[in-house]
């Protein structure tokens, strides 16, 4: 397993005050929202600062366009697998998050899975994700204040990565199916176990009561994935889903049974905690913005047939495409990223040893105000809709960078903007609460209360 790395070589890059001799800078630390600490500690520090711990070990941290644009280097630096992924190793296993570095599982699974998002297998999970739109609808009905936004937002994404994805309905709204409440709830406690298990010396204060639950969880979540597999396996059909492109892929041969398990389990998580949370962000900002919501709702009218957008009409969607680009540049469901350094080099100025990690920090990065203007940590969509701009990869980078990056943007972005536009033209949206955004391996609104109104 990845360990923080030790260096002997002198530093000077900036630290936090007050380091506790011995046991280093553990003050000032937040377990649970150590993201939006660290885009305070910037503030204080600069764009790049460090935690030095017991042993020398070394958490560091970068939160500019500039340092971004030297760790994206594919040349001098890597993708790093850190502490909080690695509790994810059991459950993803070989899959395609937490397979190593150009390992053959990892190359096998990119040339399986990549077949499963390219436009014609778009075309094809459309229509089933405008069934998830109508079951939420019906969900909602014609007034509901929904409590926990998050929540809906997630059941919502996880019903369509289970049926756009393998076929499979998780019962996302159905009241009966106590399974779906199960694998969800094992979904968000595994996340928050890996993220406050990971913080050194923190991290140790995480007992063994919540490592047995996390074990449990993991095993919720692989019998329902295997209950998947063995169903689409026992009755030998065939279906326009990711799953059967995995079992039956156009080139080579298809995946071992046991990668397929993990591919499979990879794909839940990682299709359902993001795209949710991205969901219900989106839904705040446009609650509060009742004008930009009757933009989006002219915009998706427009190009409605039936109450349905089509496949090739989602593209059209400009005005939703700017809320959730905006959305993913204040607040990215996946807060940053790791990267390692191939060999010895430097960063913003300070020396770097080979195998040293940084955390790449998108929430401050993309707040930059030396690219977004001393209005950028304001919710504006129209800038995306300024003639000829389009940020530099340094400076706009939610789904990651490099041959690990997000392989599912496409379907994720697809999926946003379809539901996005699809509520908004039949809801109005109303919330009065204040933004109050809670971590664990993701970024996510906390206790999001908005009511929707169908419209006529």
Same mark, same amino acid.
């Given at each position: ?30 377990? @649970? ?41 594919? @040349?001098?630096?890597? !993708? ?80 369509? $990565? ?24 094992? +979904? ?33 979540? @692989? ?18 889903? +990711?799953?059967? !492109? ?15 398990? *993990? ?21 705040? #900002? ?5 004008? +930009?919501?009757? !933009? ?19 593209? @059209? ?7 959730? &680009? ?33 955390? $790449?920090? +998108? ?16 919710? !504006? ?5 300024? *003639? ?10 939610? #789904?990651?960078?490099?041959?690990? &990056? ?12 379809? $539901?996005?536009? &699809? ?34």
């Amino acid at each position: 397993m990845t360990t923080p790395t030790k260096t002997a070589v002198t530093q000077s890059i900036p630290h936090p005050p007050n380091r506790v001799p011995v046991l280093g800078d553990v003050l000032g630390m937040d377990r @649970k929202r150590p993201n939006q600490k660290t885009l305070w500690q910037f503030s204080q520090l600069g764009p790049l600062y460090r935690r030095t711990f017991l042993g020398g070990v070394h958490l560091t941290f970068a939160g500019s366009a500039e340092l971004m644009r030297e760790v994206i280097d594919e @040349k001098t630096w890597q !993708r790093h697998f850190a502490r909080p992924y690695e509790k994810l190793v059991p459950i993803g296993r070989n899959g395609l998050f937490t397979a190593a570095n150009d390992s053959e599982e990892w190359k096998r699974g990119h040339e399986v899975l990549i077949q499963g998002f390219v436009p014609a297998a778009m075309a094809d999970y459309h229509d089933t994700m405008l069934n998830v739109v109508e079951l939420t609808s019906q969900w909602l009905g014609d007034v509901r204040t929904v409590t926990d936004t998050t929540a809906m937002m997630g059941d919502t994404a996880l019903e369509v $990565i289970g049926r756009a994805g393998f076929g499979y309905s998780v019962g996302a709204f159905d009241t009966e199916a106590t399974d779906r409440a199960a694998f969800a709830a094992a +979904l968000t406690r595994v996340f928050a176990y890996a993220q406050e298990s990971a913080i050194p010396v923190v991290g140790k204060l995480v007992g063994g009561k919540r490592a047995r639950q996390h074990a449990a969880d993991i095993e919720i979540m @692989k019998s329902t994935v295997f209950e998947v597999i063995e169903t689409r396996r026992r009755t030998g059909q065939r279906y326009p889903d +990711l799953l059967d !492109r995995m079992m039956h892929p156009a080139d080579g041969p298809a995946l071992p049974d046991d990668d397929l398990v *993990d591919q499979v389990l990879t794909l839940f998580v990682a299709g359902h905690e993001t795209t949710g949370n991205l969901l219900a962000f989106a839904t705040h #900002f446009l609650a509060r913005n009742p004008e +930009l919501a009757a !933009r989006v709702r002219a915009e998706a009218a427009a190009v409605s047939t039936d109450g349905r957008i089509a496949y090739e009409d989602v593209a @059209k969607l400009e005005i939703t495409d700017a809320v959730i &680009s905006e959305t993913l540049r204040l607040w990215p469901t996946a807060p940053g990223f790791f990267r390692a350094a191939r060999e010895d080099t430097t960063l913003g100025g300070y020396p770097i040893a080979a195998g040293e990690w940084v955390f $790449i920090l +998108l929430l401050a990065v993309q707040r930059d105000p030396a690219v977004w203007g001393p209005d950028a940590e304001e919710f !504006r969509p129209d800038r995306w809709l300024t *003639d000829g701009f389009r940020p530099k990869p340094w400076q706009f980078r939610p #789904f990651g960078t490099g041959p690990r &990056s997000c392989i599912g943007q496409a379907f994720a972005l697809h999926e946003a903007k379809l $539901i996005i536009a &699809s509520l908004v033209r039949d809801y109005e949206l109303d919330s009065t609460g204040e933004l109050d955004v809670e971590e664990n391996l993701t970024l996510r609104p906390s206790n999001l209360e908005v009511t929707f109104r169908r419209i006529g």
